[in-house]
């Protein structure tokens, strides 16, 4: 992604990057990377992925084990050549989706703010009824996600800061509305037109 011809990654102090299995870039396990220019955060994070070990077995401070190995390096290395290619697909499949999308009722579609270059590791939108139509797609064979059902300030986590329900109306909305559809660089248009169909007779129903 972009941010007025910059990559994401190369802006602010420090850019943080998974490689899960459904991201864009990913491995066949659990993974991620972080980016930074400023040397002191580098050797910071170093020593914190080492066991916060500059020296082995001299632990300075509290770390992880949370080095990359070799076989996920190679792996990425690899599919990396193709990033932007599917990327550029995933861009096609969004342009798509709003056309299929658009006309359909009681849907917000997402959009890419001018100036960036989105690259939808997933589409998403918002709906009433959220969990009616999600379970009306799966009988239709139609797979949809609800990513992160509860926001962060209600996670039991973070109950020590105080927040109640109420108290950040938009996040809580969204994530009571959200619904990602199938998002995937060979997704193919017939299979987009197909949950297009589904949802627009969910969506009728609901």
């Known amino acids: 992604a972009e941010w007025h011809g910059q990559k994401v990654g190369s802006i602010g102090d420090i ?3 998974s490689f899960f299995p459904t991201k864009n870039l990913g491995g066949c396990g659990d993974g991620g990377a972080i980016t930074t ?3 002191e955060l580098a050797a910071q994070i170093r020593m914190v992925k080492e066991h916060g070990s500059k020296v082995r077995y001299l632990h300075e401070v509290i770390g992880v084990n949370s080095r990359l190995d070799a076989i996920q390096a190679v792996i990425l290395q690899i599919k990396l050549k193709y990033l932007d290619f599917w990327n550029n697909q995933r861009i096609e499949i969004a342009q798509r ?6 006309p359909l009722p009681n849907i917000t579609l997402p959009t890419a703010l001018a100036g960036g270059k989105h690259v ?3 589409y998403t939108i918002l709906t009433e009824n959220r969990d009616q139509i999600r379970a009306a797609l799966q009988e239709k064979d139609v797979l949809s996600m609800v990513y992160y059902p509860i926001p962060l300030h209600l ?6 800061l105080g927040y109640k329900k109420g108290d950040l109306p938009v996040a809580e909305l969204a994530s009571e509305k959200v619904l990602s559809l199938p998002m995937f660089p060979d997704l193919s248009c ?3 037109q197909q949950v297009a169909y589904a949802l627009k007779d969910c969506l009728h129903s609901s």
Do not use: K
Not at 155 to 160: A, D, K, L, N, S
């Open 97 to 102: 989706y709003r056309e299929l999308l658009q």
């Open 155 to 160: 996670q039991p986590v973070y109950q020590y």
């Open 37 to 39: 220019n400023n040397p």
């Open 190 to 192: 017939e299979e987009q």
């Open 15 to 17: 850019g943080c990057f």
């Open 120 to 122: 939808w590791n997933q």
